[in-house]
């Protein structure tokens, strides 16, 4: 079970690398460190102000090119900063009463990390050899590798030795201050693996938050398995996408009565955008549909974290290619005064507020957490569903969603109230109601 402080926590991901604008590849020996998560701190009120809480960090340790080919576990990369900046951050982040959660990889380092190296120097048998799925014959040496990728050195996670560098690592950057990891490529590792780490880890800190990246499979099973505290949720991130621009929210109401399900057993950790896929107002074609996505975040059970530019409306498309990640991780500008002005670019500030006004609604109903969903109507183009408080308080929000062009007469309980946006409640029916604007969104208390 995630630890208490989780509840209320709602995540901003940033990329840092991207964010800041570093260099696409590692500096070259010698050369002086640049001090960019200075950068990262410059936003820290305004993540607060968008009514977030949390900093969801991307690779921040030495690497050779995006970060997730790690070279050394301990060091901060050159391209960022070093320990010291890093500890200004965390500082920075806590005294604003902001979490932060570090991106651990620990399926595999980079094929330029020092252990790797001494491995291949020191042949089978060698102290280093240990670490990882190495075979050494007349051919010269051959290893096993992430997903195809050479340069991305799997560990050897049956060995003792590497659950030892992990639960270090891992407990390194929390004395350090971080408030837990999200473990890339989780669903790689083995949950054998995961449980003896997360069981060390949490022997020291106990209040720490493990989240785990894992796309497909069981997630009851993986988080029982692992002891882990969640996972990412990628069955909702999809469906949500997919629901509004194929026009068929059918599979959403599907996806959320899986959801429901999840959540008898963990909390899953919600988003619509991160640095690996499509941007939201990419894949359904534009701002204002892009906000039905948000609308789901923010009133589905989960842990919701927001990808930075996603509540500005920033446009990226991910490509299978070399370089096909960089649409999707821009740089930021160095504060948020230097952002383009409503004039400039009035669908990024139309979403940041629609974002502020969403989270603000979630922060205010703290049951969202664990709420459970009921479909009230769905057709192919319209969703009404109804998200309940878990306790039995009968709190409860109505939720409606439509991509129609065509306004739509939604009837309502009694004493409905709406709570974003701004509209009226009323007849001249049967009963009361409320009209839900095409394509668009009401969110009611009732």
């Known amino acids: 079970m995630a630890p208490p402080w989780v509840e209320h926590a709602m995540w901003w991901h940033v990329y840092p690398l991207g964010f800041t604008g570093a260099e696409r590849a590692a500096l070259d020996p010698g050369a002086p460190v640049v001090h960019r998560l200075a950068h990262v701190e410059r936003w820290l009120d305004y993540l607060v102000d968008l009514g977030l809480n949390g900093l969801a960090l991307g690779p921040v340790f030495a690497s050779a090119t995006h970060g997730y080919d790690t070279v050394d576990h301990y060091r901060v990369d050159p391209r960022l900063g070093d320990r010291a900046d890093l500890d200004r951050l965390l500082a920075a982040a806590h005294e604003r009463g902001v979490r932060v959660l570090l991106d651990g990889v620990f399926n595999h380092v980079g094929e330029d990390h020092p252990l790797f190296r001494a491995a291949l120097a020191g042949g089978p048998g060698s102290p280093e050899a240990e670490l990882f799925r190495i075979r050494f014959d007349d051919d010269g040496p051959d290893w096993d590798c992430f997903e195809g990728h050479r340069s991305l050195v799997t560990l050897?996670?049956?060995?003792?030795?590497?659950?030892?560098?992990?639960?270090?690592?891992?407990?390194?950057?929390?004395?350090?201050?971080?408030?837990?990891?999200?473990?890339?490529?989780?669903?790689?590792?083995?949950?054998?693996?995961?449980?003896?780490?997360?069981?060390?880890?949490?022997?020291?800190?106990?209040?720490?938050?493990?989240?785990?990246?894992?796309?497909?499979?069981?997630?009851?099973?993986?988080?029982?398995?692992?002891?882990?505290?969640?996972?990412?949720?990628?069955?909702?991130?999809?469906?949500?996408?997919?629901?509004?621009?194929?026009?068929?929210?059918?599979?959403?109401?599907?996806?959320?009565?899986?959801?429901?399900?999840?959540?008898?057993?963990?909390?899953?950790?919600?988003?619509?955008?991160?640095?690996?896929?499509?941007?939201?107002?990419?894949?359904?074609?534009?701002?204002?549909?892009?906000?039905?996505?948000?609308?789901?975040?923010?009133?589905?059970?989960?842990?919701?974290?927001?990808?930075?530019?996603?509540?500005?409306?920033?446009?990226?498309?991910?490509?299978?290619?070399?370089?096909?990640?960089?649409?999707?991780?821009?740089?930021?500008?160095?504060?948020?005064?230097?952002?383009?002005?409503r004039d400039v670019a009035p669908d990024g500030w139309a979403a940041h507020d629609r974002h502020a006004a969403l989270l603000g609604l979630r922060r205010r109903h703290p049951w969202l957490h664990t709420a459970r969903t009921r479909v009230v109507e769905v057709t192919n183009t319209r969703l009404a569903y109804e998200a309940r408080a878990s306790d039995g308080s009968g709190a409860a929000l109505l939720v409606a969603l439509t991509v129609d062009e065509a306004p739509w007469r939604l009837d309502v309980p009694t004493g409905a109230v709406v709570a974003a946006p701004a509209g009226p409640v009323d007849g001249p029916g049967p009963g009361p109601s409320v009209d839900v604007p095409g394509p668009g969104w009401v969110v009611l208390e009732v």
């Open 156 to 341: 050897d996670h049956g060995s003792e030795r590497v659950v030892d560098l992990v639960a270090d690592v891992m407990t390194h950057w929390l004395d350090a201050g971080a408030d837990g990891w999200r473990l890339d490529a989780a669903y790689a590792v083995p949950t054998a693996f995961w449980a003896r780490v997360a069981e060390r880890v949490r022997a020291a800190h106990p209040d720490a938050y493990l989240m785990g990246e894992v796309i497909h499979g069981d997630y009851p099973a993986f988080v029982a398995a692992s002891g882990l505290d969640a996972v990412t949720q990628y069955e909702l991130w999809k469906a949500t996408w997919s629901s509004i621009a194929e026009r068929n929210f059918h599979e959403l109401v599907w996806t959320l009565g899986r959801h429901d399900g999840f959540l008898e057993h963990f909390v899953p950790y919600t988003f619509v955008g991160n640095h690996d896929v499509t941007r939201i107002t990419s894949r359904v074609g534009d701002a204002a549909l892009a906000e039905l996505a948000l609308v789901v975040l923010a009133t589905v059970g989960g842990t919701p974290a927001v990808y930075y530019g996603d509540e500005q409306a920033y446009r990226g498309v991910k490509e299978d290619r070399a370089g096909g990640d960089d649409a999707v991780r821009p740089p930021y500008p160095p504060a948020p005064d230097d952002l383009p002005g």
